[in-house]
């Protein structure tokens, strides 16, 4: 229901676009292909995913010697599944959570993706699924990012970790291990600073919150997540690979689903850089997070 719901943008604007597509067309030619892939380039599926999923789809409608538009709605469907995963997986990307012990949660991305949003989020979530859960104040450079996270804590029920503004982030994850480790927490989930102007500093200062994880959690940090804002578009494509160039980036939490008729760009992330997206953002209230299901999200732009 929330999929559908948050959803509607996209939705409305793809299925209007493709059912007026095959009610124009009716017979599939070299024409109605050109116009679908300007659908899914309008939707932000992005031109090289486009391009694929066009050969893709000539091919299969060659194999199946489908004549009637009709019948290709179907077919596009299922390419557009199949382009999301790469393989034949075709399963929910679950969270890694370790069965024992902590698990660490370290999440990146820029300012105003919705990254202390997605954390309160999440923390609600994991703690409504039975985890103990603690928050570190990892974003000691924006203003107020430190009592933005303690008001989602508190709002999810959750402890947080801080130091003061200004701060030496490795330090306060430091003192967060330190703490969840105390309360025997199942999960650790850490904000981090997130100003790409300052790529290198940036960067460097992942890099050493990174490093005090894995020196204090063997085998952590179990998900680095990158938050995304899907309103961006191609931009948060570009955002993506600058990140997965500078880190390894084990997931994407893509918000604001909500807010753009240009959902199509989950696909085009799975599909260019081959980072899975774990989570959706499809509203800014506590319960709109969901794990992104590729089928459901497919099935709903045309439901
Ligand atoms: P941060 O700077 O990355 O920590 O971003 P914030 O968490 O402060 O979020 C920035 C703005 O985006 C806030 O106004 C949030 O309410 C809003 N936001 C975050 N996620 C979503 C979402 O999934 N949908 C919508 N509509 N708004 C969101």
Known sequence: EKYKEGMEKTRNSFSSKINDLIARYRKVDEDFFEE?????????????TVMDLIDELKMEVKR????????????????????????????????????????VLLVVGVNGAGKTTSIGKLANQLKSEGKNVVLAAGDTFRAGAIEQLEVWGERAGVDVIKHTA?????????????????READVLI?????????????????????????????????EVLLVLDATTGQNAL?????????????GIVLTK???????????AIRHELNIPVKFVGLG???????????????YGLFA
């Open 166 to 182: 200004g701060s030496d982030p490795a330090a306060v994850i430091f003192d967060a291990i330190k703490a969840a480790k105390a």
């Open 238 to 250: 570009s955002q993506a690979k600058t990140f997965s160039e500078s880190t390894d980036v084990s």
């Open 64 to 103: 199946r010697n489908i004549k009637d538009t009709k019948e290709v709605k179907e077919v596009i469907s299922e390419k557009l599944v199949e382009i999301y995963y790469g393989d034949d997986s075709q399963q929910i990307e679950e969270l890694n959570l370790q069965e024992d012990g902590l698990t």
């Open 190 to 222: 850490c904000d981090t600073a997130g100003r790409l102007q300052n790529k290198v500093n940036l960067m460097n200062e992942l890099e050493k919150v990174k490093r005090v994880i894995e020196r204090e959690v063997p085998g952590a940090p179990h």
């Open 36 to 48: 679908l892939e300007e659908v899914l380039i309008t939707a932000d599926v992005g031109v090289n």
């Open 257 to 267: 689903l909500d807010g753009t008729a240009k959902g199509g760009i989950v696909l």
């Open 284 to 298: 800014e209230k506590m319960e709109d997070l969901r794990k992104f299901d590729a089928n459901a999200f497919v």
